[in-house]
């Protein structure tokens, strides 16, 4: 079965740009997460989504920040402007809720370098 | 406040070393998940384990076994015989599913340096 998918792997990108990260769950799964990872911060949740609703973006660091999931087999997190203390690595998780089931499964994260 | 404290920033064996890594979390639920992720130099976030409140029994898969006690509030993690492929950095995290919120608090992680 295919895990939780994210891209690109990779972005390098120059001060000011949009940057769009995409993820696209598991199947079946109804709940999914961004999440930010630095050095300095360790792993933050930025938002999450239950039933492609946002839930709690409350950890979303600014309006430069954004993030949408139009169905439940895709979702974006879009930063515009960037800038450089953005880069980090950006994960999304998914998850199925309730019971035994009920575990956050990462994707392998897409590694944001602005310049 | 829930909480969950890895208080081990860092710790290095020797191949072949039994290693024990600690989390010790603080809910007011009765009701809760606790869980171990890895990520391993490639960047990963690897679910290894979760287990739920209701149950102490603990767990043992290979060389990794899980120790959960409700009244000391901890679920350490025990690698035996570490190998140089356990090098990695492992996270403890917490759920509390009878809040209402969907998130998981995560510890700061312990990095795992196994040498050859």
């Known amino acids: 079965d295919a895990g939780v998918i994210q891209s690109p792997r990779h972005e390098v990108t120059e001060m000011g740009q949009e940057v769009t990260l995409r993820c696209k769950p598991i199947?079946?799964?109804?709940?999914l997460f961004w999440y930010r990872q630095t050095m300095m911060r360790g792993l933050e949740l930025l938002i999450y989504f239950n039933n492609n609703v946002p839930i709690d973006d409350s950890g979303m660091p600014e309006d430069r920040f954004s993030a949408k999931m139009p169905n439940a087999s895709f979702s974006t997190l879009k930063i515009q402007p960037s800038e450089p203390r953005d880069s980090a690595v950006y994960f999304c998780?998914?998850?199925?809720?309730?019971?035994?089931?009920?575990?956050?499964?990462f994707g392998p994260g897409t590694r944001l370098t602005v310049l | 406040a829930q909480k969950v404290t890895q208080a081990q920033t860092e710790i290095s064996v020797v191949e072949k070393e039994d290693v024990t890594l600690d989390c010790v979390y603080e809910t007011r639920d009765t009701t809760y998940y606790l869980f171990w992720y890895k990520q391993p130099p490639s960047g990963e976030l690897v679910f290894l384990i979760r287990?739920?409140?209701?149950?102490?029994q603990n767990e043992i898969s290979g060389r990794y076994s899980w120790n959960f006690q409700k009244s000391t509030s901890s679920f350490n993690f025990t690698i035996t015989a570490s190998q140089v492929v356990d090098s990695a950095v492992y996270f403890c995290?917490?759920?509390?599913?009878?809040?209402?919120?969907?998130?998981?608090?995560f510890g700061t992680g312990t990095r795992l340096k196994v040498l050859a």
């Open positions: 199947s079946g799964h109804n709940s």
């Open positions: 998780a998914s998850r199925v809720a309730g019971g035994i089931t009920d575990t956050q499964y």
């Open positions: 287990r739920n409140s209701f149950d102490e």
């Open positions: 995290a917490l759920s509390e599913p009878d809040s209402g919120t969907y998130k998981y608090i």
